[in-house]
């Protein structure tokens, strides 16, 4: 874990926005290719939100690629382009919670901080054998109280590191390697035998599933054009095929003729099918349709919030992984 060799505070900040609800392996590569790109906290705050989308395509949870960039700012324009020290002054900056203030705090600078986030709070709850549903606030302050006991005076970073350590590779969700741990003379739930019932279960939760139609408008030299998705919604200030959900008892090519006459005005002639991708996000399912079109009334809007992606090479679009996954049919198929 390279951002475990360093003591740059704002290395530690890009490394502790790209953790939350990512796991170690997935944030490794996109770690060193994002610090490549913004080195330093002033290089960030003056680039390109699109730049920094970019950057961060594939990862996931967008709002933390343009919180970290807000925060940038923040941090040049209120901070003399020093990441703050304290929990406080981290937490104030957005997309930092508690538990990453609290962990930058401490790793970065040896803060005396408890950390709460998914991993540590397994540990804790198993450490102590808390019962109740972590989620809840009750059972979260107490939560909040065992991590803080953990902390031994002048110890915040190696404790910090150490609760991360020993839920990422010990203290694991399923199947805790007790036998190995270096605790297990001193945890409650090991000694009671409650290790697998704590944290309690979720009970199962369906995940929905949409079906979206997407209009693929191709230029006479392989451009693709696309659209910017609003920046506060989901994949927010990302780049995507023109796209909406089909509606129950609408067949595919009605949506799709529906939303591109409700939403671009435009009357298309859907030529064919050209590629189906299915793609999990974090709380719901969708299957794409992308479909070749032609305008029969209306033109493409153009201007601010439209643009092409070249039919060769990237460009600097960012694009949700659905939509990427498209482009690489449409070019397959084409024989890009
Ligand atoms: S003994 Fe088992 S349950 Fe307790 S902290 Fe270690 S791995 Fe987790």
Redesign the pocket.
């Known amino acids: 874990m390279a951002w475990r060799e360093t003591r740059d505070p704002y290395r530690i900040l890009v490394s502790e926005i790209m953790l939350q609800q990512t796991r170690v392996e997935t944030v490794g590569p996109y770690y060193e290719r994002f610090l490549s790109k913004f080195p330093d906290v002033r290089t960030l705050a003056r680039s390109r939100p699109d730049d920094v989308l970019k950057a961060w395509e594939g990862l996931g949870y967008y709002s933390r690629a343009r919180n970290l960039h807000r925060a940038a700012g923040i941090i040049v324009d209120r901070h003399g382009a020093r990441v703050p020290c304290t929990v406080e002054a981290l937490e104030a900056l957005p997309g930092v919670g508690r538990s990453t203030a609290g962990a930058i705090a401490a790793i970065a600078f040896g803060a005396d901080a408890p950390i709460l986030d998914a991993n540590a709070r397994?540990?804790v709850a198993?450490?102590f054998a808390i019962e109740g549903d972590p989620r809840s606030a009750a059972t979260e302050k107490i939560l909040w109280e065992r991590s803080a006991r953990l902390v031994r005076k002048g110890k915040g970073r190696d404790t910090a590191l150490a609760v991360m350590d020993?839920?990422a590779v010990?203290?694991?969700p399923k199947a805790?390697?007790?036998?190995?741990?270096?605790?297990?003379?001193?945890?409650?739930?090991?000694r009671r035998g409650?290790?697998d019932s704590?944290p309690p279960k979720r009970a199962g939760k369906t995940v929905p599933h949409h079906d979206i139609v997407a209009a693929v408008f191709r230029r006479s030299d392989g451009a693709l054009f696309l659209m910017r998705r609003p920046s506060d919604g989901l994949l927010g200030g990302l780049w995507a095929f023109p796209s909406g959900k089909r509606a129950p008892g609408e067949s595919l090519e009605d949506g799709l003729r529906r939303f591109l006459r409700e939403k671009l005005h435009v009357r298309a002639v859907i030529q064919r099918k050209v590629g189906i991708v299915r793609h999990a996000y974090s709380h719901y399912r969708i299957t794409l349709h992308g479909f070749l079109c032609g305008t029969a009334r209306g033109a493409l809007p153009s201007g601010e919030g439209t643009g092409w992606l070249p039919g060769r090479g990237e460009g600097t679009f960012a694009l949700p992984r659905a939509d990427r996954k498209l482009v690489e049919l449409i070019h397959r198929e084409a024989g890009i």
């Open positions: 397994r540990v198993r450490l020993l839920g010990v203290c694991l805790p390697r007790c036998k190995e741990c270096p605790l297990r003379f001193r945890c409650s739930s090991c409650l290790q704590i």
